[in-house]
Every structure is written in structure tokens, then in C-alpha cells.
């Protein structure tokens, strides 16, 4: 059992002064090996503050974010499964699955991870799936409307992936699950 | 048990060469006062044999004789307080047994009144003394006489011993032996004239007489011996204070008796001794002894004695433990408060500050300053509904700092510190303490780096309490009073400060500006107008963090608004999206002096899809043309450009308020641009992006066919190119990827449903990259070969999805 935590788009201190207290106090550090994150932070400080949760942190370029150096995309295997990340403002139309799916494709990944719309989704297609964790603040989105904040928790176990979305909507913090199963081990 | 006579002589005899031995001694100083300790012990144990033996055989005399050679020892000037107690305990061990031994008249025959007489026929003073009073218990007990009388004779008599040491260890005996038999009410001596008054007036008495033998002892040695004697009068305090506890503990003491006998009787003690040693270690246990109920009520006498005291002490001390006891009274029970309202608490611990600080002119600043905290503490525990007194602490505090300099004291400047944090503490509603009229007024004071710091220590509060400000008043008040870190205030420039401090400073002000809200949009929108007025003048290193929280502020408020159209009547400035636009482009547009085109190119974008979202077409193409100006003149990176215009692309593509005339135009820049990126792949990339935009999925969307595949020919174009490229500069073809992308996008549009894209097209493109793949100029790339595959994978997929999609793509040969 490998825990991956999935987030991004918290656009601080642009958007949002903070995490909510919820999602902070559920976040400790120690019990997960990997974060994976779409991009948009925007500052040093919660770059720092994500490590503090996991050293092994995954990170891609948002639009806003402070630090230059973020790649555009990356992959990385975790157990069985390939994940790849992106942003996703550089794939158009956003938010557009069939666009993302190119990217899947190209990336060759099981898992793509990516953001910019602030909307959750988990949605499996030929190549695999993708996740959109949303914005872990619940931070302005121009594409879309009355955003709640929320997170993806990914806990990977052999040829399965039990994907966990956290999300806090009227002050209370929801939690629903969806399974994959990959049919191929990876070459 | 006994020695034999030859024992004890010997015993004798030893001592005897002893003491002409220590005599000797006597001129060789201070570290044989342990010699001196010894001997006086040795004295003690010497004539205790000899009482024990004449207490066994019930010999009066004798048990008389010895025990006032025993007490004899006592009459040493050698010792230093220290060493005097534990002779005195050894006394006070021996004078218990013969206590009991006057106590049983069988035992030795003489009534108590005949040896209250007897006693007094000893012959140096000092054991006199000590044995009249260990007779006078038992007279007391014995009850034939009243107390009062026994006690008072005492107490006179004790006079008779003016020496401090050995008054005090006298006086304090006498003070032991009585404690029990007080006249107190409900004791067994309580009776016809013998009062709990009786009780006080004794204890007061010995009080009087002991406090003023403790000073008469600082003015005993040389002034060089100021530090020694300090400590030594130190270590016989308690002596002092005990009967402080005492007076304390008796029951018939009530509130009347202290407001009226007690208190002023010690007061007048405490201020006429003139002793700063004395003064301030009894208003200290008269404070901690006496119940604070009490305290309460006798305020104004209490406060009264303080600028009667030598300047040279520590009141802050004493008023500091006053008010912080009285606070901890009013915390642990509420019922009491109205009863601090009543003796208007407030107003004179308030007075008396102001007096002390007055009067004494030399008091340094951070004395000043700490009392005003410990004021200030003391009403935002037992008076937080009372703004008007924590406007008045403050304001007696600028009153004393007006007219001096900036602060530079640090301990002063952190007590200053400690003093307007303290209201932050204590209110949920921060901003209910930064409307306090002196509040701003302390601020000015500091200097301009500690102005910052209180400035964080402000937002921090803000932050933490989670509370939303709400007024544009309330707004005004709270940039004025941060100040120090939205512009350069005279004296410090930015470039003095640490890049990672003034990080932190920004990113706070950007994390309030999400604490500053309204549900009215009016008053939201006057909040933002104020937030901009104050931000505004912050120069090139402040603008690019205050500008992007204001201008998503501001967009928030439009999507609230969207649903209203036009002016509503009777405002001034109303809230509607075309007036937030203006404003929002003035916001926007003071980012270019900075200059930080890529951010403002973002959030013009921003801005186009609200207008979009609001059905303001010339507002959207406004901003549109703003950000191509930007894009234009001032993004110059390679990289940036290629993010910059898959922005533009992006949004515009979302944009469903354009006529056909305004479309057709940036669609054009956009594709114009796109080609002209410097990189070829970039340049591919981008135009196969711009074909999204002839085509939205949209009901009403834009489906053009033929533009669509317009832009993926020239795309296409490109790649060659770039193919060529790399086989001229490198000898073999670049990797195939841009002509896979390209593959991808058609499959797209093909499912899509445009018409123009047809199985043969794709199938043509397939072959193409096959034979690409195959040649031998092309160097194999892993990634292409991955692509390619998955991409005939899903080609493979579709087919076998059976359907209208099956049907599509059967035409397709893999």
C-alpha cells in the first residue's frame, strides 16, 4: 500500500491566504510517500510546507507559479502504475478529456494527473486515467464556477488503484472513492 | 544516660580551655564565626546538660540558673543573622522543655503569678526576657490573668532589648508563644475585656517595634557595608512580615477592622520608617496576605501610600502584583465585578499610575511603559467591555511618550510592543481595538522597523482569528496602521531589508486582502477602492504581490454581480461589472511600470473571461487587446512567449461573446503570433492549438470545418520544416512527435465531426509517419515510437467499439 497525495491549483497568497483547517489538520506529515502536485502554489513557502509533508515531492509548472524552474510535465512510476503530470493550461481546450487524452497517450502513463480547471474529476478512458484534483484551496477559477476545495488521496496496491477525493463543502470535509484496475503489468 | 563526675569535669575543663582558646581567636575576622557558632552551641549544649538534670530532679533553682546561662549565649553581637537563628533555635528547643516544666505546678511548687515574678530577677536583660516570656504563656493559659494584660506587659517589656538582632529573634519568640493564645473571637481567652481589638493592638505593637529595629540595622554598620548589611536585613524579613500573616489569620478580623485599625496603623508604619528595604517588602506582603476582597475595598488607601514611598524603589513592582491579583479576583469570580465597577477600580488604580509617573520625573521610559501594560492587562481582564478605559490606557501612554523621540530603548520599544498586542490577544474582533482612537497614536511612536513588526503582529492576529473585516472605515484604519509595509516610510528603504523578509511582509498583506469582505457590493466595492488607494503608491516591489489578491477580489465580486445589468439609480459609483472593469484596468495596468508584463498579460485574460461571463463584448476585446499589446512589446523571452499565447489561445477559445468581426480578428493575431514563435516545434504547436478555436463544442459554438483543417495543414507545414531543419543542421530528421501530436489533433476533430477530415486524410498521415519511422535518416526515438503505438492502439480501440465510432474509423487500415 502506497499512498500518493494529489493536489494542486492553491494559488497563495493570490487567491487564498491559506490551506482550510480541515485539509490542514488531516495532512500530517509521515504518512505519505509521495505528493503529487499539478503546479500553481505560488510561493516558496508552500513548496516548503508541502515537503514537510513528504520529501518526495512531484511538482509541474502552473501559470502563477513564483519558481521558474518547475518542469512542464513529468512522469514517474510508482509500483505498477506510470503517472504522468501536467499542469494543463497547455492543453487546449481545458478541461477538454479528449484533449487530455492525447496527453496521456504521449506521456504514455496509466495515471496523468493534471489541473488548472479547479474542478475534481476522475475519469477513465482508453489509455488510463485522469485525475483532476481540483484546488486544494477552493481558490477562484475563471473556467469554473463555485469551486469547493478538495484533494485526491491515490493509495496504490499491486494492479489497483483506490483513488480518494477529499472535499470540503459547507464547512464539512466529504469523502467519496472510485477503484481502477490496470489489466497489464508494466514493461 | 548520666555521666559520672569525672566526665563531666573533665567535660568542664575541656570547655574552659576552649573558650580561652576561641578568645584568642576572637581578633582574626569573619571565618571564625563559625568558631564563634560552635562556641555559642557548645555554651547552649554545655548548660542544657545541666537544666536537664535540674528539670529531672524538679530543682527551681537550679532549672533557673542554667537556663539564663543558657540564654546568655544569646547576648552575642559576633553572629551574622544567619548563624544567630541556629542559635536561637537551639535556645528556642530548650526553652519548650521548661515551659513544660512551669506548666506542672506539682512539679516545682511556685504558682505562676509568684514566678512571672521570679523570673525577672535574672540577671542580664536578654535571658530575663526570653524566661518571662515562656512564663507569660503559661500565665496566659493558666487564665488567671487576662491576656490582654500579659501580652501588653510583654510586648512594653521587650523594649528593653534595642539591639536589632536580638530584639528581632526576641520579639519574634514572643510572637510564636502568643500566637495561640490571642484573644481572638472563639478562642477559650476571649472574654470580658479581652477583645479580638486587644488581639490586634498586640500584634500590631510587636509589628511596630520589630520593623523598627529591622531598619535601625541598615544604619548600624558603615556606609562600604551598605551590599552586607542589605543582605543580612534580607535574611530576617520574614520575622518582619510574619506578623503581617498573623494579623492576617485572626478570625475577628473583618473587613471594618482592617479598612479601619489595621491597614492605616501599618501603612502609617510602612511609610514613616522611610526604609526603601522595608517599605517595599511589606506593601509586598500586605498585598499577598491580605484577601483581595479586601484589596478592593481599600484601594484608594492602599494607592494613596504609594507616592508616599522612596522613589528610589520598585512601585512598579508592587503595583504591578496589586492589579495582577485584583485581575485574577475578577477572573475567578464574576459576581464580583459590579463590586469593581462600584469602587471605581479602574479610575484610581488609572490615578495613581499617573501620579507615580508624574512624580517621579527620572523614571525611565520602560518603567513607564511596563505599568501601562500591567494597567492595561489588568482592564482587558475585569473591564473587556470597557473600550473607553483601554482608549484611556493608551492615551496616558502617548501622553508620555509625546514630545520625546522615536523610541530606541528596545526594552522600552518590546514593552510598547507587549502593550498594543495585548488588546489583539483578547478581542475576536481585532479590529474592535484598532478602532481605539490611541491606538494609531502609540504605533507613530515606534521607529519605523519595530512599526513593521507590530504591523505583522497585527496581520498575524487578523489571520488567526479567522474574522472577516467588513466596513471600508474599518479598512482605512487597518492600512493606515500597517502602513510601514505597504510603502517606504521615511528612514528605511527596501533595499536595506533582508529579500526573504520582505517576501514574508508582502505575502502577508496579500493573504489579509482575502480577510477584507462584505456581502453588500457596494461596500465591498468601497473596500477595494480603499485597499487600491493604499496599495497603489507602493512602488515596483510591492505592486506584483498586492495587485493579483485585489484584482481576484475584485473579480469574485463581479461573478456575485453578473446577473445585474446597467446603473442602478441614485449612486455615486455603483456596483455593476462595467464600473469593476474600469477599475480593474487601472489596477492592472500600474503593474507595467514595475514591469511585469507576463503577470499583467495573465490577469488582463482574467478579466476577459468575466467580461465574457458578464456579455460585455467591447470590455472582453478591450482586454484582449491589452494583452496583446503586452505580448507584443514586452514578453521577450522565448519561453514565456510560448505560455504567454497558449494563454491567449486558451481563453479565447472559451470566448462566446464575440461577433463574428472581433473574433475573426484576434483569432487572427493569435494564429499570426503563433507562427512567428521563435522556435519551430513551439511554432507547430501553437498553430495546431489555434485550430480549437474554428471549432467549439458548444450548441451555438463555432464549427468551422474548413479553418480547422486550415491550421492543421499549416501545422503540418511546419513540422516538415522543422524535420528538414534538423536534417540539415544535425545530418538526420528530428524525432517524429510534432507529426504524431498532428495525427492526434485529427482524430480529434475526425470524432468531432468535421467534415473536412476524412478516413483517406488520416490514413494519408498514418503512412506518412510509418514511412518517417522507416527511413534511415530519421534517428529512432523511443518516446515517438511509444506515441505512434499508442495512438494505433487507440485507432485499434475505436474501431472495435462497435457503433457509429466502429463504423467512422473502419475505413482506417492499421
Known sequence: MVLVLALGDLHIPHRAPHLPAKFKSMLVPGKIQHIICTGNLCIKEIHDYLKTLCPDLHITRGEYDEDPRYPETKTLTIGQFKLGICHGHQVIPWGDLDALAMLQRQLDVDILVTGHTHQFTAYKHEAGVVINPGSATGAFSSTTYDVNPSFVLMDIDGLRVVVYVYELIDGEVKVDKIDFKKTTTTN | ?814
Open chain 2, 1 to 814: 544516660m548520666y555521666a559520672s563526675l569525672s566526665q563531666l569535669k573533665s567535660v568542664e575543663l575541656r570547655f574552659d580551655r576552649e573558650t580561652s582558646k576561641m578568645k584568642m581567636m576572637i581578633a582574626n575576622g569573619i571565618e571564625d564565626e563559625e568558631k564563634w557558632l560552635a562556641e555559642g552551641i557548645a555554651g547552649i549544649q554545655h548548660n542544657a546538660f545541666y537544666l536537664h538534670r535540674a528539670l529531672d530532679s524538679n530543682n527551681l533553682r537550679e532549672a533557673l540558673k542554667y537556663s539564663a546561662q543558657l540564654l546568655s549565649e544569646l547576648r552575642t553581637s559576633r553572629l551574622s543573622p544567619h548563624k544567630y537563628y541556629e542559635l536561637y533555635m537551639r535556645a528556642f528547643d530548650e526553652l519548650r522543655r521548661l515551659e513544660m516544666f512551669f506548666k506542672d505546678e506539682d512539679r516545682h511548687g511556685c504558682s505562676v503569678v509568684d514566678l512571672y515574678e521570679l523570673v525577672q530577677h535574672a540577671g542580664n536583660i536578654l535571658p530575663r526576657l526570653y524566661l518571662l516570656c515562656t512564663v507569660g504563656s503559661v500565665y496566659i493559659k493558666s487564665k488567671e490573668a487576662p491576656a490582654k494584660d500579659v501580652l501588653k506587659d510583654l510586648v512594653e517589656m521587650c523594649r528593653g532589648v534595642q539591639n536589632p538582632i536580638r530584639g528581632l529573634f526576641l520579639r519574634s519568640y514572643l510572637a510564636q508563644v502568643s500566637r495561640d493564645k490571642l484573644p481572638d473571637i472563639g478562642s477559650e481567652y476571649e472574654g470580658e475585656g479581652d477583645t479580638v481589638m486587644d488581639a490586634v493592638e498586640f500584634v500590631l505593637q510587636n509589628f511596630i517595634e520589630m520593623n523598627k529595629l529591622w531598619v535601625r540595622m541598615q544604619h548600624q554598620g558603615p556606609l562600604r557595608e551598605k551590599e552586607k548589611l542589605e543582605k543580612e536585613r534580607g535574611e530576617l524579613r520574614d520575622l518582619v512580615g510574619k506578623n503581617l500573616h498573623v494579623l492576617s489569620q485572626i478570625e475577628g478580623v473583618d473587613l471594618e477592622i482592617y479598612k479601619e485599625t489595621v491597614l492605616p496603623r501599618v501603612l502609617e508604619q510602612v511609610v514613616n520608617c522611610k526604609d526603601e528595604l522595608a517599605q517595599y517588602y511589606l506593601m509586598d506582603c500586605i498585598i499577598q496576605v491580605f484577601p483581595d476582597e479586601y484589596h478592593l475595598q481599600t484601594l484608594e488607601t492602599l494607592l494613596a501610600a504609594c507616592p508616599q514611598l522612596q522613589p528610589t524603589g520598585d512601585l512598579k513592582t508592587v503595583l504591578s502584583q496589586l492589579m495582577e491579583r485584583l485581575s485574577n479576583y475578577a477572573a475567578s469570580s464574576p459576581e464580583v465585578l459590579p463590586e469593581f465597577l462600584h469602587v471605581e477600580a479602574f479610575a484610581k488604580l488609572s490615578n495613581a499610575i499617573g501620579k507615580v509617573v508624574e512624580a517621579q520625573v527620572d523614571m525611565p521610559i520602560v518603567g513607564a511603559i511596563s505599568l501601562y501594560v500591567s494597567l492595561l492587562t489588568f482592564t482587558l481582564r475585569v473591564h473587556p467591555d470597557r473600550l473607553d478605559y483601554v482608549d484611556q490606557v493608551l492615551g496616558a501612554c502617548v501622553k508620555k511618550l509625546s514630545g520625546k523621540p522615536k523610541l530606541e530603548d528596545s526594552k522600552a520599544t518590546k514593552q510598547v510592543v507587549a502593550l498594543l498586542s495585548a488588546p489583539l490577544d483578547k478581542y475576536d474582533d481585532i479590529v474592535t481595538a484598532l478602532t481605539l482612537s490611541n491606538y494609531p497614536r502609540v504605533m507613530d511612536h515606534l521607529d519605523a522597523g519595530t512599526n513593521k513588526v507590530m504591523a505583522m503582529v497585527i496581520i498575524r492576529s487578523i489571520m488567526k482569528n479567522k474574522t472577516f473585516v467588513s466596513t471600508f472605515d474599518k479598512v482605512e484604519v487597518l492600512f493606515e496602521l500597517i502602513k510601514g509595509l505597504i510603502k517606504d516610510l521615511d528612514g528605511i528603504s527596501h533595499d536595506e531589508l533582508d529579500e526573504e523578509d520582505f517576501n514574508e511582509e508582502q505575502n502577508s498583506v496579500a493573504c489579509l486582502m482575502h480577510m477584507l469582505y462584505n456581502e453588500d457590493p457596494e461596500e465591498m466595492l468601497q473596500i477595494i477602492r480603499t485597499v487600491w488607494k493604499h496599495v497603489m503608491v507602493g512602488g515596483p516591489t510591492r505592486l506584483p504581490f498586492t495587485v493579483p489578491p485585489l484584482v481576484f477580489s475584485a473579480l469574485k465580486l463581479v461573478r456575485r454581480l453578473q446577473s445585474q445589468d446597467g446603473d442602478i439609480a441614485g449612486e455615486e459609483v455603483p456596483a455593476t461589472p462595467r464600473n469593476i472593469f474600469q477599475l480593474l484596468n487601472q489596477i492592472i495596468e500600474a503593474l507595467w511600470v514595475v514591469p511585469s508584463p507576463e503577470l499583467a498579460l495573465r490577469l488582463y485574460l482574467q478579466c476577459a473571461e468575466a467580461a465574457n461571463d458578464c456579455d460585455l463584448e467591447p470590455v472582453a476585446y478591450e482586454f484582449f487587446t491589452q494583452a496583446f499589446v503586452l505580448y507584443e512589446e514586452e514578453v521577450a523571452d522565448s519561453k514565456a512567449q510560448v505560455t504567454a499565447i497558449h494563454l491567449i489561445i486558451g481563453t479565447l477559445q472559451r470566448m462566446n461573446v464575440f461577433g463574428v468581426e472581433n473574433r475573426d480578428t484576434l483569432t487572427h493575431k493569435a494564429t499570426g503570433y503563433s507562427a512567428k514563435l521563435l522556435k519551430k516545434p513551439d511554432q507547430c504547436r501553437a498553430v495546431y492549438a489555434c485550430s480549437h478555436l474554428f471549432w467549439v463544442d458548444d450548441q451555438d459554438g463555432i464549427k468551422d470545418g474548413e479553418r480547422v483543417l486550415l491550421c492543421l495543414k499549416r501545422s503540418l507545414r511546419i513540422a516538415n520544416a522543422a524535420q528538414q531543419m534538423a536534417n540539415v543542421t544535425r545530418g538526420s530528421s528530428g524525432p517524429v512527435t510534432l507529426f504524431v501530436e498532428i495525427l492526434n489533433k485529427y482524430l480529434y476533430f475526425f470524432e468531432k465531426g468535421n467534415p473536412q477530415i476524412t478516413s483517406s486524410v488520416i490514413q494519408g498521415l498514418i503512412e506518412l509517419i510509418k514511412t518517417e519511422m522507416q527511413s534511415d535518416n530519421t534517428t529512432p526515438d523511443h518516446a515517438s515510437d511509444a506515441f505512434f503505438t499508442s495512438t494505433l492502439r487507440y485507432i485499434q480501440f475505436q474501431k472495435q467499439k462497435g457503433g457509429a465510432m466502429g463504423e467512422k474509423y473502419d475505413p482506417i487500415k492499421l
